[in-house]
Structure formats: structure tokens, C-alpha cells
């Protein structure tokens, strides 16, 4: 009886070692995990449902600020939507980005944003596009949104983007024929690259000027710590 119990009392312990290592190899794991989330230089991260919650209400600021779009649809100027909504879609990009600083998050917002546009104006849903070239740039010149300067180069780069997208959009899905030619010269400067260009430039200028404005209010917030991690 001494033997089997001696010999259960070291199985027992066998376990419990092997358990404790497994245990500790998980914490490792977890700890390791969490030190990546934490680190905003990572690349990669993942997302947790306060982030997608936070990029949400940040999406419906955008669009509630930008109830002045179905009055620009009907003006007929090319660019004219872009420059008219450049500022919302640059201030709250930034912010939602300077709150949750990981790859995806613009592409997030482009998406919420593009379901939302496409029932007033179809080709607004190139947003959506557009998010995704825009972390691409971004995240090939900074690795990551850690520094606040990428943050602003998004902003920047995301409404402005939509412009060339949007001439392509009516330049192939359409014809130049006949009464379709219409869908391309709707708008006024549309067939004129110096229109193009010149409309481009101001646009770029605008979202540059909202991308700072969003990042001083971010940065203003977290002083007064109402923009916490």
C-alpha cells in the first residue's frame, strides 16, 4: 500500500508539473499577445469590439455632418462633392485613427461609410477603395499609425483619392456615345484636366487643413483624457 500511494503521490506531482508548465506557457502566450495589442508600432493588431464600436460612432459623426451632400449631388461641377465634404472626412478619420492606431482601422470606416453612401450616390462606394490604397501608401512609408503624422497623412490622402476614381468610374462604366455622353459631362470641367488638376489640388488642401484640425482635437481629448486607449 506504501508503494501504491507513494507511487500515485508521485503521478500526482508529475501532473501538476506538467500542468503548471502548460499554464505557464500560456500566460506567456497571453502576455506576449498583449504586449503586441499594446505596442502601436505593430503593424498588425488585433481588433477588439470598443475599437469597431469607437470607428462606428466615429463613422455616423462623419455622415451626420455631412448633411449637406444631397444638395451638392445636384450641383453640376466635378469635384464639387469632395471639396464640400473634405473637411468632415478628414477631421473624423483622424481622430477615429489616433484613437485606434491599427492596420485596417481606415478600411473599417471607408466600409461603414461606402454602405451608408451607396443609397444616395452609387459611386461614392469607391470609398471604400479608397480606404484600403490609403493604408496601403501610408503603411509603406510609416509601418504603422504610431506617429500622429501618419494619422494625417490618411486623412489627407482619403477623400482626394475618390476623385480620379470617380472619373474612372464614368469614363468606363459609361459610354461617350449618343445620350449616355451625358453621364460624363454632367459635370462642368469634367473633360478639362486643368479643371481635374485644379479641383484636386484644392480638395487636397482642404482634407490637409481638416487632417491637423483632427489631429489637434485628438490630441486636445487625450490631455483631458476623454480619448483614453
Known sequence: EQELTAALVANTETIAD??????????????????????????????KIKDIVFLAIITACTLVTSAIMPLL?????????QLGLGLQFSIFPVIGLMKVRKAGSMTI????????????????????VCAVVVELIVFAIFRSYKNDWACVMAGTLYMPLTVPLLWL????????TGAENEAVTMF??????????G?????LALCFVGSVIGMVISRELKKAGVLKK
Open 169 to 176: 468610374y464614368y469614363n468606363v462604366n459609361y459610354t461617350v
Open 18 to 47: 506538467e500542468l503548471k508548465d502548460v499554464t505557464a506557457a500560456y500566460e506567456a502566450k497571453l502576455k506576449k499577445r498583449a504586449e503586441r495589442d499594446a505596442d502601436e508600432s505593430k503593424m498588425f493588431r488585433r481588433f
Open 188 to 197: 462642368l470641367g469634367g473633360t478639362d484636366p486643368w479643371v481635374i488638376v
Open 109 to 128: 470606416m471607408g466600409i461603414f461609410i461606402a454602405l451608408f453612401l451607396v443609397m444616395m450616390f452609387p459611386p461614392m462606394a469607391l470609398i471604400a
Open 73 to 81: 449631388i445636384h450641383v453640376p461641377v466635378f469635384g464639387i462633392i
Open 199 to 203: 479641383m484636386t489640388a484644392a480638395i
